[in-house]
């Protein structure tokens, strides 16, 4: 067998409604998926990390600088053409949009193998630890409006969330300290008691101001605090892990397993989350997962993106082990982006339905069974929303 093609769809629409995160507001939701195709006539999907312009950019790279390396490759060769690509791209990226695009392509080689053998993702892996995965919604997203009306909206979102079902909740934060606490206390109002709530920064603070948003964040009993200051600033990890009581998670703008090592030796997180469609795909994520758990960091998937990335994410957490193990583990969950995403919900000729199995399975989410990633993207769907570049 060999690959024959490799094809980078760019699909975009306009959201119904802008919405923000701490560094900036977008009204178009974009997704970037990848089709492997071989002479056999096998193909595989994959996706890549990366909005708007970046996913533009991406796709020059997935077609005009990795697809000319792996024509007439075998496909199940991936870790040989994992590292021959990045041998290749060494010197010109060792991350960011380099590593997003040889992501997409390893994702859609791991879902050519599963078709071949006949084998579901987490089957080639090693096998299932769970069948279903707890999911958590995040929402509570920034818009141009005052705090006032954020407070309100916060609160309202995070009750509504908790109602569909989810185990627990994210928010966004970005206004200034000040008025980031008070989105919190809103959330924590909104939920009640003992409900799990996160806040994920997107890295807006210096460290004191991390440090001053934090210890409120403990005072309400958050989770984690999710990318509180720059991923540049292994330092400001460190001594936030070591000064606050609130878990410090992030991770999530970091690639391959030389980057990860630098963060997990440092000891600045608590909760590590890679992204699988960034980091370099499932190949370099599960040797990013072994690092992690050597280092006993436990790991919560980053997911951002399409139904390709929502069925990847449900099969590397059913494959992940406990940490540290016992009668009643420490479990993973899966990151689940509450706000309009077509790309998600109606990709997919049998969609993965994932708010109607958190409604019904008390926020449970079962792992795709098929071959492969299990899915199988709708073509007329894709050609539909696809950017004529």
Known sequence: MKITQVISHVLQYDLPSELGYSQQYYHKRTAHLVEVRTDEGVTGWGECFGP??????????????????????????????????????????????????LSGVDIALWDIAGKIVGLPLHKLIGGAHRSKVAAYGYGMMLKRESTDDHVARFRDEAAAIREMGFAATKMKVGLGPRDDIRLAQAVREGVGEGFRFMVDANHCYTTPDAFHVGRALEELDVYWFEEPVAPEDLDGYRELRAGLRVNISGGEAEFNRWGWR????????????????????????????????????????????????????????????????????????????????????????????????????????????????????DTDFIKRFEIDL
């Not at 697809?67 to 060494?90: A, C, E, F, S, T």
């Open 52 to 101: 708007g312009n970046i996913a533009i950019a991406n796709k020059g790279i997935v077609e005009k600088v990795i697809q000319p390396m792996i024509l007439g490759d075998d496909p199940l060769d991936r870790d040989v053409i994992w590292h021959k690509v990045y041998n290749l791209m060494r010197d010109h990226g060792q991350k960011g949009m380099p590593m997003q695009s």
């Open 262 to 377: 630098h963060i997990l030796e440092n000891r600045g997180l608590d909760i590590a989350q890679p992204e699988v469609c960034a980091v370099g795909g499932i190949s370099e994520y599960l040797r990013i997962l072994a690092l992690c758990h050597a280092h006993f960091t436990p790991v919560i998937n980053h997911v951002w993106g399409s139904a390709v990335a929502v069925a990847t994410n449900l099969h590397l957490l059913a494959a992940m082990p406990t940490l540290p193990g016992g009668l009643f583990p420490w479990e993973p969950m899966l990151e689940f982006d509450t706000t309009d995403n077509r790309f998600r919900d109606e990709l997919l000729c049998d969609p993965l339905d994932i708010q109607g199995q958190v409604r019904r399975g008390n926020g449970l989410v079962a792992v795709p069974t098929g071959p492969g990633l299990g899915i199988e993207p």
